[in-house]
């Protein structure tokens, strides 16, 4: 049984209501149940916070277990070199995930500080792309045994 935590940050506690043109009309506590249940036989966490600091303090609590991380850092991930630093810092593999394609987005979307220290990175394919990374996840944690 792995264990995986999904991590979102600012202002995707409005997912279901924010630009629903951008990313759908489902919220994101829906999503999750849903992945709990395609993923039944391990342990998926839920962390969501609109505060850098949070998300660099839970990152540091989890992140030193036998574990793997999906982050989605909203906005973050073209401004925080603190959260990239937390990413580079922590043993857990993690992967950068954005609902939306960044790329056919605004200019400033372009750039990720994330993206140097993840494992990978998954844009554009919507809530489909957490199932993806939480697949990544669990086959690497399941080869590191």
Known sequence: MAEIHIVNGPNLNLLGRRQPE??????????FEELKERFAGHRLH?????????LIDYLHKVGFGKVGIVLNAGAYTHTSIALADAVAAIAAPV???????????????????????????IVGLGF?????????????LQHEK
Do not use: M, T, W
């Not at 951008?22 to 999503?31: D, L």
């Not at 839920?46 to 949070?54: P, R, V």
């Open 95 to 121: 992967v950068e995930v954005h609902i939306s394609n960044v790329y056919a987005r605004e200019s400033f979307r372009h750039h990720s500080y994330l993206a140097p220290v993840c494992v990978g990175s």
């Open 128 to 140: 489909a792309g957490y199932a993806l990374a939480v697949q990544y996840l669990l086959d690497a």
């Open 22 to 31: 951008i990313y759908g009309k489902q919220h994101f506590e829906a999503f």
């Open 46 to 54: 839920y962390f969501q916070s609109n505060s850098e600091g949070a």
